[in-house]
C-alpha cells in the first residue's frame, strides 16, 4: 500500500475510530492495576479486546490492532521503568531499557491474541452455534472458540512465568490485590485462577454485548432466552468469589487478631537512595543500620528477628577481605543475642571445580568465582551463616538471559552501581533459628508464585520479601510490587513481612490485609507481631495447575486447529 492511500485510509471514520477504540481499550486494562486499583476495568478491557479481534480482516490488520491495545495498555502500567531513569542522579540506561521492556512486551503479547484468532477463524467453519448470529456479521454465527479465550491468554500468562526471558508482572489476577473479598479460593487456584475467572466474564459481557446488538430492532430478543441466562451466568460468576470466601471464613481465620504462635519482627526501611548507596561510604551504611538495630532493641527487646533490605550494604560481606568492614555488624548481632536479615552481593570463590559455570569469572590469580545477589542470617556466635542466593533475576539489569549459552551477552549490558551479571542462585533456603522458619524471596522473586509457593512447601511458617523499590521512587511499579505480595499471603496463607529499602514495607496477614505500612521515602522501623502457620494449603501443594492445564488445553486446540486446516486443504484439492 503507498503513503498516500494509507494516510486517506487513515482519514476515512472508521479506521480512526478503530484506532481510537484500540487505544481506549488499553487505557481500560492500564488503569486495572495499582495505583489507580480499577480491578474491574480489566474484564471490560478485555471483552472490548475480544470484539477488536473477531473484527480483524487479516493478521496483519490483526497485530496492528492489538499492538496499538497493548502499547497503551504499558504505558500506563509499565511506563514507570522508563520514567525511573528520568530522576535525579538515575542511571539513564533505564529510559532505554524500560522502553524497549515496553516494544517487546507489545510484541510477545501478540502470541496469545494470534493463537485465539486462529482458532477462532478455524471455528467460524466448525462447531458453529445454529441460533442468533452474533459475530461481527450477521451471516456468521459465533463459534466455541470463544469459550477457550480465557485458557489461551491464562496459558500465556502462565508461559511468561517459566523461562529466563519472563515477565509475569501484569498478569490479569494481578489487578485484584485490593479485592480481598473476591480474591481468597487464590488459597486453591492461585493467581491464574483469578485470569481464569476475570477472562470468562470478559467472554460472557462480549457474548452478551453481541447477543444485544443484534437485537436492538427487536424488544422482544433483548429479554430472550438467551440473553436472560447469559446474564444470569455473569452474576453467578461473578458473585462465586463471594460465597467462597464466606463459607471458607477466610476473614474470621485470617485476621489480624488471629489467635495463633507468634513471633516479634523488627523492620528496618532505611531509605538511602540506591544511587548514592553504591558511591557511599560503606562504614557509613553499616553504622546507620547499627543504630537502627539498637533503636529496636531499645523499643522492645523482645523482638525475634530484624530485617534489612536487599543489598542493604554494598560490598562482599562474607568474604574474608572485607572482614574489617563486617566485623562492627557481627559485634552488634553478638551483643544484643538477636539473628538479623540482611541483604548483600556475595561473592563465592570456587575451590570445589565442579561449582564453576560456563560463565563464571575469573580472579588475576587464575581462580573462578561468582556473584550472587543474597541474603545472609547474622546470628550470635555462629562462624558459618546461612544464606541465599537470588533464583529469578531482572532480565537485562541483574543478569542477561541465557548467558552461559551466549557468553557474549555477559557484559553487553553494566550497570554503574554494580549490580550487572550476577549469577542465578541454586539453593533453596529455609531459615532456621531457634523456633523460626521461613523463607525469603528477593525482590522480583516474590510476582512468581509457583517458585515462591516451594518454600512454603519445605516448612516456611512465614516469608520474607526484601527489596529495594528505591529505582522507581513513588511511581506506579512501587505500589504494584508491593501490592502484588498480597497475592503470595493468600495463595499460601502466611503471614508475610516486606522490607524495602526505600518503598513501602510492612506486613501482609493470610487474608491479604496491608498492615503497618511505611510511606515511599520515609525512613521507618516497624516492630510488628505476627503468627506461625504451618498449614498447606491446596495451592502450595500442587502449585501453578490451572496455568499448567490451560497450557496443555491450548496446545491441544491449537493442534486441533492445525489439523482441521490441514484437511480442508486436501478437501480443497
Known sequence: MSTRKY???????????????????????????????????IIAGYAIFIGIIHNSKNYKSLFIRAYIVFLFYDLVALSWIALSGMRENADRFLVLGGSLTILIHCVLNQIPVFIYYFIYQKGRTAFRTVNQPISRSASQPVNFSLIFFPFIFTAYEYFMSLTEVSFPWLTTGNA????????????????????VWALSLSVLFYYLFSVLRYSRNNVKNIFSRKSLTVAILIIILFVSPNFYTYFARSEKNYARNEICDTVKIGIIQPNINPWYKWSAGSS??????????????????????????????????????????????????????????IGFPDMEVHEDLSKIRVDSRQLSNGKYYDIFNAVALLEKNKPVYQKYAKNKLVIGSERMPYQEKLIFLKNLITWGVGISSYQIGLDTTIFNTGNLKFNTAICYESIYPEFFSKFVKKGAEFCVIVTNDG????????????QFAVLRAIENRRWLVRCANTGISGVIDPYGNLLEQTKINEEAIIITALGLRDEITFYTMHGDYVGRYSLYLTVLIFIGGVIMKFINGLKKK
Open 7 to 41: 494516510e486517506e485510509n487513515m482519514k476515512t471514520p472508521s479506521v480512526r475510530k478503530t484506532v481510537l477504540l484500540c487505544l481506549f481499550t488499553g487505557i481500560v486494562l492500564g488503569l486495572a492495576f495499582p495505583p489507580f486499583n480499577l480491578s474491574y476495568l
Open 176 to 195: 485484584f490485590t485490593n479485592q480481598l473479598v473476591k480474591i481468597q479460593y487464590a488459597d486453591i487456584t492461585g493467581v491464574f485462577g483469578i485470569s
Open 284 to 341: 557509613d551504611l553499616v553504622q546507620t543500620y547499627i543504630q537502627s538495630i539498637r533503636d529496636i532493641v531499645n523499643k522492645d527487646s523482645t523482638v525475634e528477628l530484624i530485617v534489612l533490605p536487599e543489598t542493604a550494604v554494598t560490598f562482599y560481606l562474607l568474604y574474608p577481605s572485607f572482614k574489617d568492614r563486617f566485623k562492627p555488624l557481627e559485634n552488634i548481632v553478638d551483643s544484643i543475642g538477636i539473628p538479623v536479615l
Open 471 to 482: 529505582w522507581w521512587g513513588k511511581l506506579p511499579g512501587t505500589h504494584q510490587h508491593n
